[in-house]
T-cell receptor
Framework: KAGVTQTPRYLIKTRGQQVTLSCSPISGHRSVSWYQQTPGQGLQFLFE???????NKGNFPGRFSGRQFSNSRSEMNVSTLELGDSALYLC????????????FGPGTRLTVL | SQELEQSPQSLIVQEGKNLTINCTSS?????LYWYKQKYGEGLIFLMM?????EEKSHEKITAKLDEKKQQSSLHITASQPSHAGIYLC?????????????FGTGTRLKVLA
């Protein structure tokens, strides 16, 4: 079974631009979660989608948004990029929500100049 | 809000030595996950513990969840260079009926050959 895939793997943007990251979950998984990882803050939860609905959201500003499609693929969008948005963005998929194992993708490294 | 504290933050051991990493929660844990991460890459699922007193092993790695379900330990026996990486514990945190996934700050392990 193919694992979680994320595209692109690396991205360089400038302040003020917007960016869209993509995540394809493991086949059969309906839940996708997004995380931001930085050296200072560690791994922080952004949001979780299940069956095209956002189930949960972390403490991030509204510039961070996401969506999930009927095939469970998910996208995350960050508008008006700031230098502090530079991070490794990870998505994870699972069969369902709550007390289930999450399987992580390789991440997208976003650099904001 | 619930937090996960990991100790030590970093560890350098000689190949063949045993080591232990701890993860302490400020609240009762309902599902504790251990992951390993190579720098700049995604997380690899190691083990999930749910019941107090539960212990699981995979190859040379053993994880335990204490009876009170507020602390977990990860023990590596006869460490090898392939064990090097960042170890993260994760859990669900519930606040006011909503939940989010939280992670510890990570323990960076280096194994000297």
């Amino acid at each position: 079974k193919a694992g979680v895939t994320q595209t692109p793997r690396y991205l360089i943007k400038t302040r003020g631009q917007q960016v869209t990251l993509s995540c394809s979950p493991i086949s059969g998984h309906r839940s996708v979660s997004w995380y931001q990882q930085t050296p200072g803050q560690g791994l922080q939860f952004l949001f979780e989608y299940f069956s095209e609905t956002q189930r949960n959201k972390g403490n991030f500003p509204g510039r961070f948004s996401g969506r999930q499609f009927s095939n469970s693929r998910s996208e995350m969008n960050v508008s008006t990029l700031e230098l502090g948005d530079s991070a490794l963005y990870l998505c994870a998929s699972s069969l369902g929500t709550r007390a289930v194992t999450q399987y992580f993708g390789p991440g997208t490294r976003l650099t904001v100049l | 809000s619930q937090e996960l504290e990991q100790s030590p933050q970093s560890l350098i051991v000689q190949e063949g030595k045993n080591l232990t990493i701890n993860c302490t929660s400020s609240k009762t844990l309902y599902g504790l996950y251990w992951y390993k991460q190579k720098y700049g890459e995604g997380l690899i699922f190691l083990m999930m513990l749910q019941k107090g007193g539960e212990e699981k092993s995979h190859e040379k790695i053993t994880a335990k969840l204490d009876e009170k379900k507020q602390q977990s330990s990860l023990h590596i026996t006869a460490s090898q260079p392939s064990h090097a990486g960042i170890y993260l514990c994760g859990a669900e945190s519930t606040t006011s009926g909503t939940y989010k996934y939280i992670f510890g700050t990570g323990t960076r392990l280096k194994v000297l050959a």
